[in-house]
């Protein structure tokens, strides 16, 4: 199972872009990288997948170096409601999704 | 449908109790999850259902016992409960047991 480590914390203020990375240094070959948005008291809402290079929706990119062992969630012009933890992921089929710590982003006015 | 629906969204219980919660989705997926969640800490894995089989068992105490009566349908029924068993009970859905999971909005758990 690939361990994710991620930073415990982050502060940004409302129309910056916050960049938050996740190591995961024993990735699969099969792996994918998920994150993932939990609001207290809510379950986790998916963000955004990738599997390598460079993944865009219209909430987040991901970027993924070429050795895969790091991932880069990018998230534009955030607000005070994009306020939340945030959750890496690696994992591929039929394997134990494990949660890591998570990032708890405070965005200030 | 694109939802995982989980009921009840609070439930109070004494410890003598025997109650049971319920996750429900219909897009197909094949693979379902229980999840446990303490505040201010992360979804802890408790069972994985993969074809309406029982997978994985992260040794979980007998006082929660998993169901999938079928493969739209995940129930968690509880039995003697303790008051640290109190969290937010999490239910996810996978297409064949790959990402991404979709998550229900979980069950507010309290065991008096």
């Known amino acids: 199972l690939a361990k994710t480590t991620q930073p415990i914390s982050m502060d940004s203020y409302e129309g910056q872009e916050v960049n938050i990375t996740c190591s995961h240094n024993n990735i699969a070959t099969n792996d994918y990288i998920t994150w993932y948005q939990q609001f207290p008291s809510q379950g986790p809402r998916f963000i955004i997948q990738?599997?390598?290079t460079k993944v865009t929706n219209e909430v987040a990119s991901l970027f993924i170096p070429a050795d895969r062992k790091s991932s880069t969630l990018s998230l534009p012009r955030v607000s005070l409601s994009d306020t939340a933890v945030y959750y890496c992921?690696?994992?591929?089929?039929?394997?134990?999704?494990?949660f890591g710590k998570g990032t708890r982003l405070h965005i200030l006015p | 449908d694109t939802e995982v629906t989980q009921t009840p969204k609070h439930l109070v219980m004494g410890m003598t109790n025997k109650k049971s919660l319920k996750c429900e989705q219909h897009m197909g997926h094949r693979a379902m999850y229980w999840y446990k969640q303490k505040a201010k800490k992360p979804p802890e894995l408790m069972f994985v259902y993969s074809y309406e089989k029982l997978s994985i068992n992260e040794s979980v105490p007998s006082r929660f016992s998993p169901e999938c009566p079928n493969s739209s349908l995940l129930n968690l029924h509880l039995h003697a409960l303790q008051p640290e068993d109190s969290a937010l009970y999490l239910c996810?859905?996978?297409?064949?047991?790959?990402?991404?999971?979709?998550f229900g909005s979980g069950t507010r758990l309290t065991v008096v």
């Open positions: 992921l690696v994992g591929g089929t039929d394997d134990k999704i494990i």
């Open positions: 996810a859905s996978s297409q064949f047991g790959d990402p991404p999971y979709t």
């Open positions: 990738g599997y390598k």
